[in-house]
Structure formats: structure tokens, C-alpha cells
T-cell receptor, first 113, second 110 residues
Framework: GQQVMQIPQYQHVQEGEDFTTYCNSS?????IQWYKQRPGGHPVFLIQ?????EVKKQKRLTFQFGEAKKNSSLHITATQTTDVGTYFC?????????????FGKGTKLSVIP | NAGVTQTPKFRVLKTGQSMTLLCAQD?????MYWYRQDPGMGLRLIHY???????AKGEVPDGYNVSRLKKQNFLLGLESAAPSQTSVYFC?????????FGPGTRLTVT
């Protein structure tokens, strides 16, 4: 019930092509976060989405939260080799005085120069 | 600020041995977490803490114990290591729901 599904698992793109990864839930999300993990590195927070239909941009990255708050997407325009890594979505939930994240399995992006 | 640090960076254990992984943060965060990351599995929460002296189980707690005696430190213990515990372990702390991760510990159990 708390899982988030990410697709695709892997994506290989030519440098300059666009890339999109999707995050889906069967239940309504209170919020969704996105993290990036470079090869050999640790996850780094990118953004949090909270509102239905929310769209946020960070340079070439566009994040969307679905109207029903059950899905989210991350789109990268004109990929660069620096975009290589694994992108994770994570649903946040609060309960019993705590706050936790449940991560999707990630989408591993390879960029061919 | 060093952020979140983890020691050691690498460790090889034999089945049945014990060890403790140390996580330290200098950001005065209340919440701290231990995750394990396995290929194709994403990050799975082992244990977490909402403050000094408190701990709680996450998704995959079996075989692990934790302690949070000081606010800045969160220790993860393996009492009797098993090959299934071969993984990369990440510690994180959070402020305002945003999590800050340490560099990770790569543990191999033979």
C-alpha cells in the first residue's frame, strides 16, 4: 500500500535527447520527493512536490505532480553527460510522531556522448 | 559543516561476526535514518529515530539493532552478520522532510 512504482528501470539516451521518468502510486500521495544518485555516490535531494497539479522547474529539469496526487514525473530536456545517475522518487508519510520516506526502485539514466 | 558522515567506508566481515556502523551529523537534526541499498531494490528503511533516546523499526529491521544515545549520532549494529546483509548502507538525517544522506558504507559478508 505504501509502495511507489518507477518506470522505466533503465534508460539509455543520446546526449541532447530528452528523458522522462515516472513515479506511480495506487494511493493518494501527501507529497513526493525526487533524489539523484550519481554512480558511486549518495542520494541528493532535488525537490519536493506537495500540491495537486504542481509543476516546478530547475534549469533543464521539470517536475510534475499529478492532479490526483497519485503520480509524478521528472523530465530532463536536452540531456548532458552530467545527468548520468539514478533518479529516485520517494513518497513521504507521517504517523505516530514520525516522518518517513518510501523510495521507488529508481530509474538509471545513461547518456551516450 | 561536515553534514552527515559515516564510518567505516568499507568493511568485510565473516559470517557470524559483529560490527557497528557509526553515523554522525552536525546539523542538529532530530530525525535520523538507516537505509540499505541493494541492486535493483532502491533504498529500504532499516530503522529510524525521531530524537535522542528513541528508535523505531523500518521496513527491513531484522538482524539489525540501533541506538541513539546522543542527538548527533545514530549507530547501526549487526550482532551476527549474514551474507544476506551484504549491501551498501546509507545514513540520513532530516530537517523539514528533506533528507541529507551520508556517503555510505559498503559492507561485504563472506
Amino acid at each position: 500500500g505504501q509502495q511507489v512504482m518507477q518506470i522505466p528501470q533503465y534508460q539509455h539516451v543520446q546526449e541532447g535527447e530528452d528523458f522522462t521518468t515516472y513515479c506511480n502510486s495506487s494511493t493518494t500521495l501527501s507529497n513526493i520527493q525526487w533524489y539523484k544518485q550519481r554512480p558511486g555516490g549518495h542520494p541528493v535531494f532535488l525537490i519536493q512536490l506537495v500540491k495537486s497539479g504542481e509543476v516546478k522547474k530547475q534549469k533543464r529539469l521539470t517536475f510534475q505532480f499529478g492532479e490526483a496526487k497519485k503520480n509524478s514525473s521528472l523530465h530532463i530536456t536536452a540531456t548532458q553527460t552530467t545527468d548520468v545517475g539514478t533518479y529516485f522518487c520517494a513518497r513521504g508519510y507521517s504517523g505516530a510522531g514520525s516522518y518517513q520516506l518510501t523510495f521507488g526502485k529508481g530509474t538509471k539514466l545513461s547518456v551516450i556522448p | 559543516n561536515a553534514g552527515v558522515t559515516q564510518t567505516p567506508k568499507f568493511r568485510v566481515l565473516k559470517t557470524g561476526q559483529s560490527m557497528t556502523l557509526l553515523c554522525a551529523q552536525d546539523m542538529n537534526h532530530e530525525y535520523m535514518y538507516w537505509y540499505r541499498q541493494d541492486p535493483g531494490m532502491g533504498l529500504r528503511l532499516i530503522h529510524y529515530s525521531v530524537g535522542e533516546g528513541t528508535t523505531a523499526k523500518g521496513e527491513v529491521p531484522d538482524g539489525y539493532n540501533v541506538s541513539r544515545l546522543k542527538k548527533q549520532n545514530f549507530l547501526l549494529g549487526l550482532e551476527s552478520a549474514a551474507p544476506s546483509q551484504t549491501s551498501v548502507y546509507f545514513c540520513a538525517s532530516s530537517y523539514g522532510q528533506k533528507e541529507y544522506f551520508g556517503p555510505g558504507t559498503r559492507l561485504t559478508v563472506t
